[in-house]
């Protein structure tokens, strides 16, 4: 007999299918991603309809009951089984998402290792009831109960973790969880959801594969309560008018367009070997990479000069490559979005500082472009304004404080801001005047599974993760109990 762990091991080159109540569910219509690395098909997947969606979101109903009257306690042991279970995966799951995302080595393997710990480490999470008075007379408290059947709606970029992030907060809290992969990346989210079914009781644990016109299903069903969607800010927007008519609950991570503010203290060699990577990492692609570098007219040129030979240091590969730091674009309609973004650079004439303008060659494979960067274009031009979501970036210098914080903050966009400092006091001062849901010193794209995440204005609705993330897969109950009447 085969040991535990050798039960939870799932089949990573076949039979993707749609799991509904714990077991294998096909579809009359198929579809397949692409890799991005080669541009060739991948493995058939589900096309998912309204009669898939009626049947999962009625199991997930079915289930709520049960599964919500489990202990806090009970529902994070099965959260740990699950990432063992992952864990006893890992192999076949990192070169299914270097196939289907195109990351090199370090950056699927990064991103799986922080899912398995996000796992874990939520299930170690509690919320307990508020007390607000105590007399006795009376006993006032607040309590945060489940609010039902949540549907996670999950982007092509980090398809992992961003699928199991929001699973560990719904299922933790007492929710049942319909996960949404993206049409581009399908893959890994239908073998988490056929290891999750080894786990979990039917009916918790569902993940459905379709194309573009799947999440509209979920968004207008009545039996949905929670939607939790990660993606563009456009999409965000369609998706909170779709719960409008139902008064869903929802929580919105969106776009960023982050800036990063470098004082004139720091150490430029230290600190650009820091920057590169959080501008650069999985090609742009990334809602909290930097996308727009402040640098104090004093060091401007010492630090392009240096951050220009840390990015030219970036080998770009596709997909398993061991030695890329940077991989392709990861689907042809955002590719030829940013490639847009790069035509710009001759017709407004920008300084190009590293890289530039693809040259077409004929014959070559996958959405690679040249990790590129801006010196100090106008703050008006796309380069700036527009969030590019792909490896290139403006660096733009400033000389006054006033100044430099009124242009970071003049964007529809507020995800996240960081500030580079030897004073600490100096820069945290600065980053409290941000409009960011986060802000970072000395750091950027620092993530925690107890710490939230999310965005301000056009970057997002509520927050992810930590205490706060747990909230909001809650409705909030006001409870009184009158002790002499």
């Given at each position: 007999?085969?040991?535990?762990?050798?039960?939870?091991?799932?089949?990573?080159?076949?039979n993707?299918?749609?799991?509904?109540?714990?077991?294998?569910?096909?579809?009359?219509?198929?579809?397949?991603?692409?890799?991005?690395?080669?541009?060739?098909?991948?493995?058939?997947?589900?096309?998912?309809?309204?009669?898939?969606?009626?049947?999962?979101?009625?199991?997930?109903?079915?289930?709520?009951?049960?599964?919500?009257?489990?202990?806090?306690?009970?529902?994070?042991?099965?959260?740990?089984?699950?990432?063992?279970?992952?864990?006893?995966?890992?192999?076949?799951?990192?070169?299914?998402?270097?196939?289907?995302?195109?990351?090199?080595?370090?950056?699927?393997?990064?991103?799986?290792?922080?899912?398995?710990?996000?796992?874990?480490?939520?299930?170690?999470?509690?919320?307990?009831?508020?007390?607000?008075?105590?007399?006795?007379?009376?006993?006032?408290?607040?309590?945060?109960?489940?609010?039902?059947?949540?549907?996670?709606?999950?982007?092509?970029?980090?398809?992992?973790?961003?699928?199991?992030?929001?699973?560990?907060?719904?299922?933790?809290t007492?929710?049942?969880?319909?996960?949404?992969?993206?049409?581009?990346?399908?893959?890994?989210?239908?073998?988490?959801?056929?290891?999750?079914?080894?786990?979990?009781?039917?009916?918790?644990?569902?993940?459905?594969?379709?194309?573009?016109?799947?999440?509209?299903?979920?968004?207008?069903h009545?039996?949905?309560?929670?939607?939790?969607?990660?993606?563009?800010?456009?999409?965000?927007?369609?998706?909170?008018?779709a719960?409008?008519?139902?008064?869903?609950?929802?929580?919105?991570?969106?776009?960023?367009?982050?800036?990063?503010?470098?004082?004139?203290?720091?150490?430029?060699?230290?600190?650009?070997?820091?920057?590169?990577?959080?501008?650069?990492m999985?090609?742009?692609?990334?809602?909290?990479?930097?996308?727009?570098?402040?640098?104090?007219?004093?060091?401007y040129?010492?630090?392009?000069?240096?951050?220009?030979?840390?990015?030219?240091?970036?080998?770009?590969?596709?997909?398993?490559?061991?030695?890329?730091f940077?991989?392709?674009?990861?689907?042809?309609?955002?590719?030829?979005?940013?490639?847009?973004?790069?035509?710009?650079?001759?017709k407004?004439?920008?300084?190009?500082?590293?890289?530039?303008?693809?040259?077409?060659?004929?014959?070559?494979?996958?959405?690679?472009?040249?990790?590129?960067?801006i010196?100090?274009?106008?703050?008006?031009?796309?380069?700036?304004?527009?969030?590019?979501?792909?490896?290139?970036?403006?660096?733009?210098?400033?000389?006054?404080?006033?100044?430099?914080?009124?242009?970071?903050?003049?964007?529809?966009?507020?995800?996240?801001?960081?500030?580079?400092?030897?004073?600490?006091?100096?820069?945290?001062?600065l980053?409290?005047?941000?409009?960011?849901?986060?802000?970072?010193?000395?750091?950027?794209?620092?993530?925690?599974?107890?710490?939230?995440?999310?965005?301000h204005?056009?970057?997002?609705?509520?927050?992810?993760?930590?205490?706060?993330?747990?909230?909001?897969?809650?409705?909030?109950q006001?409870?009184?109990?009158?002790?002499?009447?």
């Amino acid at each position: 007999m085969g040991s535990t762990t050798d039960l939870h091991k799932v089949d990573f080159t076949s039979n993707f299918q749609n799991i509904i109540n714990n077991a294998l569910s096909s579809t009359p219509e198929t579809r397949q991603a692409v890799d991005p690395s080669t541009e060739e098909l991948l493995y058939h997947v589900p096309l998912s309809k309204q009669s898939d969606v009626d049947r999962a979101v009625s199991f997930a109903k079915a289930a709520f009951p049960a599964w919500k009257e489990l202990s806090y306690d009970d529902r994070a042991g099965y959260l740990v089984r699950y990432a063992v279970a992952i864990e006893a995966n890992l192999s076949g799951l990192q070169e299914l998402l270097m196939k289907e995302a195109g990351k090199p080595v370090s950056n699927a393997s990064g991103e799986l290792a922080f899912a398995i710990a996000h796992v874990r480490e939520t299930a170690k999470l509690r919320l307990e009831d508020d007390l607000i008075e105590d007399t006795e007379e009376r006993k006032a408290s607040v309590r945060y109960v489940p609010v039902g059947v949540g549907v996670g709606i999950v982007p092509w970029n980090y398809p992992v973790l961003l699928g199991l992030g929001k699973l560990g907060p719904a299922l933790l809290t007492g929710n049942t969880f319909i996960w949404k992969p993206s049409p581009y990346s399908p893959y890994t989210a239908l073998k988490l959801g056929e290891i999750a079914a080894q786990i979990f009781p039917p009916g918790v644990v569902q993940v459905l594969s379709g194309d573009e016109s799947l999440g509209p299903l979920f968004t207008a069903h009545p039996e949905v309560a929670k939607i939790s969607f990660t993606g563009s800010s456009a999409t965000g927007k369609k998706v909170m008018a779709a719960c409008a008519s139902t008064l869903k609950r929802l929580t919105l991570e969106l776009g960023g367009n982050d800036a990063s503010i470098i004082y004139d203290d720091v150490d430029v060699a230290k600190v650009v070997q820091k920057i590169g990577p959080m501008a650069f990492m999985h090609s742009g692609q990334i809602c909290m990479d930097i996308k727009r570098l402040y640098v104090h007219e004093k060091i401007y040129d010492e630090f392009l000069a240096a951050f220009v030979q840390v990015v030219k240091s970036f080998k770009v590969g596709g997909g398993g490559d061991p030695e890329a730091f940077l991989g392709p674009v990861q689907n042809k309609m955002q590719f030829e979005k940013v490639k847009d973004l790069y035509s710009e650079i001759g017709k407004q004439k920008w300084k190009v500082a590293a890289g530039g303008e693809p040259a077409a060659c004929e014959g070559t494979r996958g959405f690679f472009l040249p990790p590129t960067i801006i010196d100090n274009p106008p703050d008006d031009s796309r380069i700036v304004v527009e969030e590019p979501f792909g490896p290139i970036m403006p660096v733009l210098k400033w000389s006054d404080e006033d100044e430099v914080v009124k242009r970071a903050n003049n964007t529809n966009m507020g995800l996240g801001a960081s500030v580079w400092s030897n004073d600490i006091e100096k820069a945290e001062r600065l980053a409290r005047r941000l409009e960011a849901g986060s802000t970072w010193v000395n750091s950027h794209f620092e993530l925690s599974p107890y710490v939230p995440f999310g965005g301000h204005k056009w970057s997002g609705v509520g927050m992810d993760w930590g205490v706060v993330g747990l909230k909001g897969w809650c409705n909030t109950q006001a409870s009184w109990v009158r002790k002499k009447f």
